[in-house]
């Protein structure tokens, strides 16, 4: 089992910044790739930005590129999310989540975390 928290949400005006962070316990944290989805209210949840395992590589959603980093940092066994240029429209429960390969279905979820984004 693997056990995920995420943290750092909160209320910011659009054009402002936040930065998540997920931790990770239980099993070896660099086992896993890394992603970051979202849903908003009334939505389904979608595909934010996936981080591999050493950090080498990164994917993003094409709504975030350009505004979002996720990177991560084994030692610590967390995953972070760098949120810029917020608009109003990521507003959304961001969730972390842990899977074994790139195209495998998440194996863990975190509890999520709610950023709200203000006009």
């Known amino acids: 089992q693997v056990q995920l928290v995420e943290r750092g949400g909160g209320l910011v005006q659009a054009g402002g910044s936040l930065r998540l962070s997920c931790v990770a316990s239980g099993r070896t944290f660099s086992d896993y790739v890394m992603s970051w989805f979202r849903q908003a209210p009334g939505k389904e949840r979608e595909f934010v930005a996936r981080?591999?395992?050493?950090?080498?590589?990164?994917y993003y959603a094409d709504s975030v590129k350009d505004r979002f980093t996720t990177s991560r940092d084994n030692a610590k066994n967390t995953v972070y999310l760098q949120m810029n240029s917020l608009k109003p429209e990521d507003t959304a429960v961001y969730y972390c989540a842990a899977q074994t390969s790139l195209t495998a279905t998440p194996n863990y979820w975190g509890q999520g975390t709610q950023v709200t984004v203000s006009s």
């Open positions: 981080i591999t395992w050493t950090g080498s590589a990164t």
